[in-house]
């Protein structure tokens, strides 16, 4: 016993070290799998605070360049509007409203992020504001990524920019689907894997969400192919697609919530029993 | 005692500050950020308990991960660090550490420079490696290291040139 004691008391500097440092790594683990960075996380009171008080300064910079976003939505927005009443009393579905499934909400960036190999972004929305985890997140020119973590004032954003987050796409002409992912390297593409072979395609085809998960609705844009090659397998195709998105510089988001998740849910586990 | 400890306590909080504030929006092509806050670990009294230390490099570590959303890659490297700087300290500065009378004001710039490069280049190699988690893409780590690795020594220079007093 008293060896014991004599052996944690000489070596308790390495001891200490080790137990910091695994905690640490123990962190680090978590953040990496999805969905289960418990505690660290910037939606917390604190941290939340500090970058909303920064973002209203800092906000002001760039109000030209986020202003002629919102005038260049507001635009598209007008043009559709004026189209579908001149369609009106035809039988005509307009597949750009997503009936009474999707709600949308706004929100504010408040931290951005897109230099580490795992980016998250903050919002200034929270549990206050009925947002909860798994919603879509995109802009007015596609999409950002998926709620990961809320408090009551603000939440975390996994965005696409990161390599654990898996969304599903497709290509506008076709149907065939496959996964985004990102490799870390450029904050302007991401790759778009597991697209069939017998798929056709070329440069500068647009990319949509392909409503297959019940986070985004179908045709949301996502950005245009930059090039591609087959896999080590040569039997999918790896699509560098090139975002619409400037996703370092994007302020005004909106929130996307499918109101029938539950019932997708409840049917697709009674399916798996 | 009582300045020194209040100096160390504004240093803290002003350097998570900066960092968080200003130098993690750099984004120098794209990518390179200095990480300066390490500046506290590297200027901690030489004489004062390593458990301390180790501590308050956690407790730092950790507070910059809560800001930036990294899971615990921050908080690792500078308890990292804070349990290497003997070993630093040693082949930097040599006899003078021996005799336990290192003040940072006071040694010859190269030493001290040696000193702040051996650091950051272990932490930025610890830190970069967590971040990306995969051998695969051991070249990337190394480009990380390296650049954030230059930005970071030159800033941390340049700030302790500016705020040192004169020793005498």
């Not at chain 1, 917390?44 to 260049?72: A, C, D, H, P, R």
């Not at chain 2, 040696?114 to 695969?136: D, G, Q």
Request: glycine residues 4%; positive net charge.
């Amino acid at each position: 016993m008293q060896q014991i004691i004599n052996f944690i008391i000489r070596n308790k500097n390495f001891l200490l070290f080790l137990l910091l440092f695994g905690i640490s790594i123990l962190f680090t683990v978590q953040s990496h799998s999805y969905h289960k960075s418990k505690f660290i996380n910037s939606a917390n009171l604190l941290t939340g605070g500090v970058y909303n008080s920064i973002n209203n300064i800092s906000g002001y910079f760039n109000l030209k360049s986020q202003n002629q976003l919102l005038v260049e939505e507001n635009t598209r927005l007008r043009s559709l509007l004026r189209n579908s009443i001149i369609k009106l009393g035809s039988t005509f579905i307009d597949s750009l409203s997503f009936d009474e499934t999707y709600k949308f909400y706004n929100a504010n960036i408040i931290k951005n992020s897109y230099s580490l190999t795992n980016n998250f972004l903050t919002i200034n929305k929270g549990k206050n504001d009925s947002i909860k985890q798994d919603f879509g997140v995109i802009s007015s020119k596609g999409i950002i990524g998926i709620i990961d973590k809320t408090s009551a004032n603000y939440g975390t954003v996994l965005s696409i920019l990161n390599t654990t987050s898996r969304i599903s796409a497709q290509l506008k002409k076709t149907n065939h689907f496959g996964t985004l992912t990102w490799n870390g390297k450029s904050p302007q593409l991401i790759q778009l894997i597991d697209i069939p072979k017998v798929a056709k395609f070329k440069v500068g085809d647009t990319i949509i969400t392909s409503g297959r998960s019940s986070i985004f609705p179908k045709k949301i844009d996502i950005g245009t192919v930059e090039s591609f090659k087959l896999d080590d397998a040569e039997n999918y195709y790896q699509i560098e697609v090139k975002l619409f998105n400037d996703m370092t510089n994007i302020e005004h988001v909106y929130i996307i919530e499918n109101i029938e998740v539950k019932e997708i849910t409840n049917l697709e586990k009674s399916q798996n029993e | 005692m009582n300045s020194i400890f209040s100096i160390h306590t504004w240093r803290f909080f002003a350097l998570v500050i900066l960092q968080v504030l200003i130098f993690n929006h750099i984004n120098f092509l794209g990518y390179i950020n200095p990480y300066i806050y390490i500046l506290f670990i590297a200027l901690f009294p030489v004489k004062n308990n390593r458990i301390i230390l180790i501590l308050l490099s956690f407790f730092l570590g950790i507070i910059i991960d809560f800001f930036l959303d990294t899971g615990g890659i921050h908080a690792a490297a500078c308890v990292f660090i804070g349990y290497v700087r003997p070993v630093a300290l040693k082949f930097s500065f040599g006899t003078i550490y021996e005799h336990q009378t290192v003040k940072f004001n006071s040694v010859d710039f190269g030493a001290k420079l040696n000193y702040l490069t051996f650091l950051t280049i272990m932490h930025h190699l610890m830190l970069f490696s967590l971040e990306i988690f995969n051998f695969s893409k051991i070249i990337l780590v190394l480009q990380k290291t390296l650049f954030s690795s230059i930005f970071t020594i030159l800033l941390c220079i340049t700030i302790n040139i500016i705020f040192s007093r004169k020793a005498k």
